[in-house]
């Protein structure tokens, strides 16, 4: 069993930045490839980003690429999400998910999800 707990969220004006993350407990943390989904209201929960295991190897959305950084640390068992140049339909809880053998964008391969942080960004 795998615990995770993200945070960082907050409310930002257009343009800004925010850096979520994402600690883990429980299992081993370097077993599984981590990703970030997130939901807004009225909408299905999308894939954000994710990142491989050990290798790092890493996979955006196309609305966040070029602006978003997934990363992990695996001698602190934490992912992190850089949001930079941050647009108002980035506004929605972020959600952490773990325990896929590989960085997919499907939210059926995670088998454990964090409980969300809310993430505002104001025009």
């Known amino acids: 069993q795998v615990q995770l707990e993200e945070s960082g969220g907050g409310l930002v004006q257009a343009g800004g930045s925010l850096r979520l993350s994402c600690a883990a407990s429980?299992?081993?943390?370097?077993?599984?490839?981590m990703g970030w989904f997130r939901q807004a209201p009225g909408k299905e929960r999308e894939f954000v980003a994710a990142i491989s295991r050990i290798s790092g190897s890493t996979f955006y959305t196309d609305s966040v690429k070029g602006r978003f950084t997934i990363s992990r640390d695996n001698a602190k068992n934490t992912v992190y999400l850089q949001m930079n140049s941050l647009k108002p339909e980035d506004t929605a809880v972020y959600y952490c998910?773990?325990?896929?053998?590989?960085?997919?964008?499907?939210?059926?391969?995670?088998?454990?999800w964090g409980q969300g942080t809310q993430v505002t960004v104001s025009s």
């Open positions: 429980g299992r081993p943390f370097r077993l599984y490839a």
């Open positions: 998910a773990g325990g896929s053998s590989y960085p997919s964008a499907q939210r059926l391969e995670y088998d454990y």
